[in-house]
């Protein structure tokens, strides 16, 4: 433990010293039952508690109302990019069982690579026709970059989609919604059909748990890949509302496609999240994390943490983005100047600091302040980045 | 560890203690990175140099030739039931554009209740005719049971199959195929055309790892969720033959059903099975798993310490089934006489042993002898059947 190094990465990322403790003794001996957790029936009373507990401890933190349902699964958010195009067009042909294909929107809102990819997977699937809600690029600074979250006169919905997608933290951009309904980029909840079910799906996976969902109640879908603030890659949560939680075998017969068993939302639910065998040591993880969470003040306190954290970086940051559009997760910033990024990073793991490139795609710096890196270790980074500018004559840290 | 039981459970199943231990230390810190494993870039020098450990010793002991990848994936067994569907039906329409759906054959050769499992997602996913090549009910004793392997004379193929599907082992009904094609109870590969890339399916969730897989270049696709002999739950192999690894978006374009883009095996091969983040702590466990099974003499050492540990089970009890059809990783009995059966779990649970009860659709004892299992363990079940089979006198240990 002594040797463990601050762990700035995107994902798989840090979690915290004592869960991974905990774990270490479930994974020899869970709750003395004699077997490792990785060794019980998934369907024994330790472990149906287990998923109980985890399940409770979400609700609570994130105040999920009795209309939604929370579902453990696998296969990550790229899963769920499949998932919530296949279960929603279900919805919406039971819902419209006499419209044509073309005449079944999928409204996505584009603010980053990831729900680039999410456009990606609709348009493989068909079955209906994605719709670019907005394009962030379109308002970007030199018209294809994803550094900015587009105003509210940007968008542009369908009458009655399938679903409105939007992924609420960009990782690899670094660009987030204000949760802040007054902020000019919040997702505008506002321009949406107020006395519908809203079809409205979205991406939290980098931002699940670290501070409230504003308007959750709203949405039919919030999906989350465990491994950025509550535990290890291989697990995925759904809170997913109960009139998206369709009969997928009633509408293919009307002619949606067909869904994978283990993608049906309606399977998992019915079944509790035990349909299989589910991803025990991850779902493990998470309850020991929500557990220290809710021991630690929850919620509230996290949401505190991580606005400080951000505030402090991007303080340091010579020249930050736009305030509002700026990721409390991800900060992506540039250090400027021949050869400067190379020594920023070398400089940076003397220190200790590690995981701080950016994505491969983009390049440049990327910090990670999830959940598990605490005020502390954000502080010691931000003393190293003064200490840089003030040495480095020709570099400036820029977002 | 001291408090340790012997779980003989079918899945999640017992992992050697000594792997559990190493677990530990990598959780805290992964070779000397100062992250644990879960924390580390999946896409880091370490992690990549971790799969490919795991993947060489898969194939150096299985002997899986180059014509076959071995592709990570998520969602079990289950998820599998639904890509080798998607997939193989890939394959068959870019083979024959021509067909109708009711042109393409799936064969299920159903032997239990994975293989009836299999069947029921084959003919929900549509796209194609399931046949029944063989059912084993037909063959039972009651005509209802899954209590056998068919002979060879009671298959039926369909000329050419999108696939050709068979459960090596059958978990809950602990009946397993014969390794020996001179047994009449072995899969029938002589009754299939020789001359061509055979469309054989095989799922070995239960026995992968455990004895070598015959004919295993023959097969197109076999699959196994870790979580019986090598791993925790949440990682699924799949050893797929070149020609089976399609396009399916060229496909779907010819009429065939949209493939998830985590289920195509195009992706994951395409992408060295990183295409999202991976299980890492499953995949962590499974690769020390396996480099202790090559420490220890590989597979073949197994191989003779599984028959023996079979062997020694099944001659303690009084009736045993047809010899050749009896599964060597789940042993399936029944205690006879009025409240045997819970004196019996009651007395070996005395006696630390535990996790024997038959699943929950058939009832009875299951004792499931994964590769976990030390021979040690097994003599110290057999020495207890036989002091209950000498003391309780009206009961019968019966398979």
Not at 1 to 11: E, H, K, L, P
Not at 173 to 201: E, I, T, W
Request: aromatic share 8%.
């Amino acid at each position: 433990m002594d040797t463990r190094c601050i762990n700035f990465g995107a994902g798989p990322s840090a979690l915290p010293p004592s869960v991974l403790e905990e774990t270490c003794k479930g994974l020899l001996n869970f709750e003395g039952t004699g077997m490792g957790i990785a060794e019980i029936s998934h369907r024994s009373k330790e472990f149906a508690a287990l998923l109980a507990k985890l399940e409770a401890n979400i609700r609570t933190q994130l105040q999920v109302p009795p209309t939604h349902a929370i579902l453990f699964m696998q296969g990550g958010g790229t899963g769920q990019l499949s998932s919530i195009v296949l279960n929603m067009l279900a919805r919406h042909r039971l819902l419209h069982p006499d419209l044509g294909d073309h005449e079944r929107a999928m409204d996505y809102v584009v603010t980053g690579a990831w729900s680039k990819k999410a456009v990606a997977e609709a348009q493989r699937l068909g079955g209906g026709v994605v719709h670019i809600a907005v394009d962030a690029r379109l308002y970007s600074k030199d018209s294809k970059s994803f550094d900015n979250i587009p105003t509210h006169d940007s968008y542009n919905f369908s009458p009655d989609p399938a679903l409105i997608f939007y992924c609420e933290n960009e990782t690899i951009d670094g660009v987030q919604f204000s949760y802040d309904d007054a902020s000019p980029v919040s997702f505008p909840f506002h321009l949406l059909k107020k006395d519908a079910l809203l079809p409205l799906v979205a991406d939290y996976s980098s931002s699940f748990m670290s501070r409230p969902i504003p308007h959750l109640a709203d949405h039919a879908i919030i999906f989350a890949g465990a491994q950025k603030n509550i535990g290890p890659a291989g697990l995925t949560i759904a809170i997913v509302r109960q009139d998206c939680i369709v009969d997928v075998d009633a509408a293919a017969k009307l002619g949606a496609a067909s869904v994978p068993i283990t993608m049906a939302y309606k399977t998992i639910f019915d079944e509790a999240s035990l349909h299989n065998t589910p991803p025990v040591i991850p779902l493990y993880v998470a309850s020991l994390v929500l557990q220290r969470m809710a021991d630690q003040g929850g919620l509230k306190h996290y949401e505190e943490v991580n606005k400080r954290k951000a505030e402090k970086l991007y303080a340091a940051i010579e020249r930050p983005r736009a305030p509002e559009a700026r990721s409390w997760m991800n900060v992506v910033f540039d250090v400027l100047g021949e050869g400067a990024e190379a020594r920023f990073i070398e400089g940076a793991a003397a220190q200790n600091l590690k995981t701080i490139k950016g994505h491969r795609s983009v390049g440049g710096i990327r910090i990670s302040l999830y959940n598990a890196v605490t005020e502390e270790e954000t502080d010691q980074l931000v003393a190293y980045m003064e200490e840089f500018i003030a040495s480095a004559e020709p570099a400036a840290i820029k977002v």
